[in-house]
Nanobody
Framework: VQLQAFGGGLVQAGGSLRLSCAAS????????MGWFRQAPGNERDFVAS????????RYADSVKGRFTISRDKFRNTVYLQMNSLKPEDTAVYYC????????????WGQGTLVTVSS
């Protein structure tokens, strides 16, 4: 499975961006997809995830109420709608797949940079 993330850019605080990540390859079948982010000098942190079959979602506390993850099963694509962006949301955002309930997220796609100016 190959992942390609799109949608990063420069936005002012309070603005919005929508990231997308398409999964491609033969026999694409995920248990879940997720978004993570890594700010300079920091570790990569979990942002949000969606279970592929049920659509159940999870969010990091820092983005609850501001970010929304969704998926398009037909297009094998996951989205991250980011509203009310803050400078501390500045990071490289990565998408990843989780191929089974007990497996970790992996298969990291190429990240997309989100920069929020104050």
């Amino acid at each position: 499975v190959q992942l390609q993330a799109f949608g990063g850019g420069l936005v002012q605080a309070g603005g919005s961006l929508r990231l997308s990540c398409a999964a491609s390859g033969r026999g694409v079948s995920m248990y879940a997809m997720g978004w993570f982010r890594q700010a300079p000098g920091n570790e990569r942190d979990f942002v949000a995830s969606v279970t592929w079959s049920t659509g159940n979602t999870r969010y990091a506390d820092s983005v609850k109420g501001r970010f929304t993850i969704s998926r398009d099963k037909f297009r094998n694509t996951v989205y991250l709608q980011m509203n009310s962006l803050k400078p501390e949301d500045t990071a490289v955002y990565y998408c990843a797949t989780k191929m089974g309930l007990t497996l970790p997220f992996g298969n990291w796609g190429q990240g997309t940079l989100v920069t929020v100016s104050s």
